[in-house]
């Protein structure tokens, strides 16, 4: 049986990759660009944290609300000047790929630029840092805990309201479900993916904001995170942002957990497998359901079982 | 002037990337294929530089891994290996020739695998997997230190433990560039050939491939076997002339410079056609050799505290995306194959159509 730490560390990571995965999605659905530089807009909440804790020793859940601001903003940004003239010319699914590999390669570089910067600035090096010293306990449970979860709540809260509840949500789904139609019906699908790319950015600075207290940032943050990224959205369903919520869990505690129970049987050495873990999952979900979880007809499953279809 | 170093530099970089980005033409420029994972060919041939072949000569030579463990083993057995060269160059040769040949095999195992999970998915998904695969990939070779020795990397033999400064670098940059002229011959010899054509058409219209009868996925395999296969020997030139093996440096810029650059290549000088990837490569090579021999004074006349090579990921990151937008198609574009037989009907309606002209 996994500690009590074991269970919340993946319960934590769990919650951070959803984050990031939803963003993923949301930016799928509405322009259907697998967005490579997902890692990195978490990487702008990092040190966005990083920024005004340095600066003004102000604790990183007090930077929550900048981190998704500055997230959104570099979201936007990236839509704005770097998908949208490609997609207006016409470009493939593959040549809005590579813009996103190179996008990611140029917040890399700004990110060395920034942390060099910050570092002469503060006085102590800025490329590799974590916050799990200013963890604290509320009730007996680590804070990091508490407050992940809370945004998540928080998250899925204001998105359901927005989406369910309010004219703009309909345009939005509509123009998610089917562009054409929806633009037809007056509903500016410019708009729809504006707001995506700003979610999909200022949601994964958030977790970037909130990862240090699990794992360390370094310079490769952006492409360790990555794979995980993408197997939570696929394993989810690519095509469905409850997808990214199932996912999410599912690769967060299966990299925590398996890995762990892997390593009580083979030693610690196995520890060092945890994304062969997302990767298998990426692999055989994209073999048995290439839709996802949430993209499964569980009609024709249940059929299937029975052996009323022939597979 | 230019600097005599600067020249030497740019064409043994030249070398090393004209061979990964032929292989890279292959698969992306003319099968359409999106290997975003193309960095775990080369670590291949870096593994088998590294971690296969010196353990063989471990074992040929009795050196165990003792206390300072695999890294430390692997200098004991290099500097014994390169102590032989120095007196047997044709040594050095042989062990070079093997350890390519090891690459190459192992590279078409890897490729052939690496894209079996993925070989029906629709684009996308495919990139992403491959990216996913040689990103995993790349991380357990850092992280699992048994096999490359991790963080602290290992040292391979010197192969040309008979040459001194820089005649060692003149005879490198020598064999790597005839190896990537072999390389140019070979991929022009075999995409000029229906099977190049039926590359192409795969990467035109997949559904038009079945209707003749093909088998998609087998032409997949086919062509990542043999663009890891070529791209492999990479790895292995990479560890030889560097002497070493750092899982360290894939880490950061696996992904960067033997993905995205090879790539940036390709789409600058134009994809499914090599002379223009000899041109992208020339034209990327000189700017980034550039940029890295006069690094330190870039830095200092902009007053940076950083390092260069941050500047040089952004300014190549917005290169490639000017490419996409202002042509797409690249320096040199590809130009309609003209077979045997079409050159014939070409000549037939021309003869015919001036026949025409004569009667009226």
């Not at chain 2, 291949?44 to 003792?66: D, F, H, P």
């Not at chain 2, 790349?138 to 020795?149: E, F, K, L, N, V």
Request: aromatic letters at 12%.
């Amino acid at each position: 049986m996994p500690g009590m730490e074991v269970l919340t560390g993946a319960i934590i990571y769990s919650n951070l990759l959803v984050l990031l995965a939803v963003g993923l999605t949301l930016a799928y659905i509405t322009t259907a660009v697998p967005n490579f530089a997902q890692g990195s807009f978490a990487v702008v909440g990092s040190y966005t944290a990083l920024t005004i804790y340095r600066l003004f020793n102000l604790h990183p859940y007090v930077s929550l609300p900048l981190a998704f601001l500055a997230g959104g903003a570099v979201g936007l940004a990236s839509y704005v000047f770097v998908l949208r003239p490609l997609i207006r010319r016409g470009a493939t699914v593959v040549t809005l790929m590579i813009a996103t590999l190179a996008l990611d390669l140029i917040l890399l570089g700004l990110r060395g630029i920034y942390a060099g910067y910050l570092g002469k600035m503060t006085g102590s090096t800025c490329d590799m840092f974590m916050f799990a010293y200013l963890n604290y306990n509320i009730f007996g449970l680590p804070s990091i805990l508490v407050v992940s979860s809370l945004v998540i709540v928080l998250t899925f809260g204001v998105l359901f309201t927005l989406l369910y509840k309010t004219k703009f949500g309909i345009a939005l789904r509509a123009s998610m479900e089917n562009p054409a139609l929806a633009e037809i019906m007056g509903v500016n699908v410019e708009y729809t993916r504006m707001f995506a790319w700003f979610l999909s950015g200022a949601l994964a600075a958030m977790a970037g904001c909130l990862l240090p207290f699990k794992q360390e940032i370094v310079p490769a943050t952006a492409e360790i995170i990555i794979v995980s990224i993408f197997a939570a959205s696929i394993v989810g369903g690519l095509n469905n942002i409850y997808g990214a919520l199932i996912g999410g869990y599912i690769v967060g505690m299966s990299e925590s957990l398996v890995t762990y129970w892997l390593s009580t049987i083979f030693g610690t050495g196995m520890l060092v497998y945890s994304k062969v873990v997302a990767l298998t999952i990426i692999i055989v979900t994209l073999l048995i359901a290439p839709q996802g979880i949430a993209g499964i007809d569980w009609r024709v499953v249940r059929k299937k079982l029975r052996g009323e279809v022939k597979a | 002037m230019i600097p005599t170093g600067l020249i030497q530099n740019i064409l043994l970089w030249f070398g090393m990337y004209l061979i990964v980005s032929l292989s890279l033409n292959m698969e992306y420029g003319y099968g359409g294929i999106p290997n975003f994972g193309k960095a775990i060919s080369v670590i291949v041939g870096a593994v088998v530089a590294g971690g296969i072949m010196t353990r063989i000569l471990m074992a040929i030579y009795g050196v165990k891994g003792g206390i300072g463990g695999f890294s430390t083993a692997t200098s004991v057995v290099s500097d014994k290996v390169t102590a032989i060269v120095q007196h047997n160059p044709l040594f050095g040769l042989l062990l070079f020739l093997a350890t390519i040949a090891l690459a190459i095999v192992l590279g078409c195992i890897v490729g052939a695998l690496f894209i079996l999970p993925s070989a029906r998915l629709r684009e996308d998904y495919l990139a992403i997997t491959l990216l996913a695969i040689s990103e995993t990939f790349t991380m357990i070779c850092y992280y699992d230190q048994p096999i490359i020795g991790g963080y602290y990397g290992v040292s391979v033999p010197d192969i040309l433990g008979f040459l001194q400064g820089s005649n060692r670098f003149l005879f490198f940059t020598a064999i790597i560039l005839v190896i990537a002229f072999i390389t140019y011959v070979f991929f022009e010899r075999l995409l000029n050939t229906p099977y190049g054509r039926l590359l192409k058409a795969m990467r035109e219209n997949e559904d038009v491939i079945r209707v003749y009868g093909r088998d998609i996925m087998k032409v997949r395999m086919m062509t990542m076997a043999v663009g890891s296969g070529v791209a492999a020997i990479v790895g292995v030139l990479l560890s030889y002339f560097t002497l070493s093996v750092q899982a360290n440096s894939f880490m950061i810029t696996g992904r960067t410079l033997w993905t995205f650059y090879p790539f940036l290549i390709i789409l600058l000088g134009g994809a499914g056609n090599n002379r223009g990837v000899v041109a992208g490569t020339f034209i990327f090579v000189t700017v980034m050799e550039v940029i890295d021999f006069y690094k330190s004074s870039i830095v200092a006349t902009l007053n940076l505290p950083v390092e260069a090579v941050w500047l040089e990921y952004i300014l190549f990151g917005v290169m490639m995306l000017l490419i996409l937008y202002y042509k797409p198609e690249g320096l040199i574009p590809e130009k309609p194959i003209i077979t045997a037989p079409i050159k014939k009907a070409y000549e037939t309606r021309k003869v015919v159509l001036r026949g025409l002209r004569k009667e009226e």
